[in-house]
């Protein structure tokens, strides 16, 4: 039993990581063969891992809770987090914040942040079931158990790396069930 499962080793499921009380027990499921595959190739392998302005209007979801997590938890507060890990960085066309050298350099933070942390690699999601107090998540290894489930496998914008619909899947299913 894990206090909480993460689907999706990439740029979100790795940074929720930084949240959580290092003491939970953690396990990050991840369908491709390495972490973080996306952020690697991001931003011609700089990633842009944020822009000088972003407001909770930039993205479509409940405003409310937007608005409380960006009070505390916005693009300078990553800026700040970065910084204290020695990531250099640069602002391109005065809106947009990439590695100075390599993506590599921030995979190696949420990797150096996640050391706790359980991984699964090439590990695919099948299915999430709710029992209860618990998620159940059936995968091609294995079945797990935990008290949370964090969704963080991100669209299917690239499939050609391996990106999956297993959000979209879950997320309908739960929307019924709820």
């Not at 790795?14 to 991840?30: P, R």
Request: net charge positive; charged share 25%.
């Amino acid at each position: 039993m894990y206090d909480n499962i993460v689907i999706g080793g990439g740029a979100s499921g790795l940074s929720f990581v930084t949240f959580i009380n290092k003491k939970q027990k953690t396990l990050i499921l991840e369908q491709n063969e390495k972490l973080g595959k996306k952020l690697l190739i991001s931003g011609g392998g700089r990633c842009n891992f944020t822009n000088k302005k972003i407001t909770p209007k930039d993205y479509y979801a409940d405003a409310a809770f937007l608005t409380s997590l960006f009070r505390k938890y916005d693009n300078k507060w990553l800026l700040d987090f970065l910084l204290q890990h020695n990531l250099e960085y640069s602002l391109k066309n005065g809106v947009q914040y990439f590695c100075k050298k390599s993506s590599k350099e921030i995979l190696a933070i949420w990797l150096k942040e996640a050391k706790k942390v359980e991984f699964k690699l090439n590990c695919k999601v099948l299915d999430v079931q709710k029992s209860n107090d618990f998620f159940m998540v059936i995968s091609s290894c294995g079945t797990f158990r935990s008290k949370r489930l964090i969704v963080a496998s991100g669209g299917i914008s690239y499939p050609q790396i391996g990106v999956s619909d297993i959000a979209k899947t879950i997320a309908e299913k739960f929307y019924i069930q709820f």
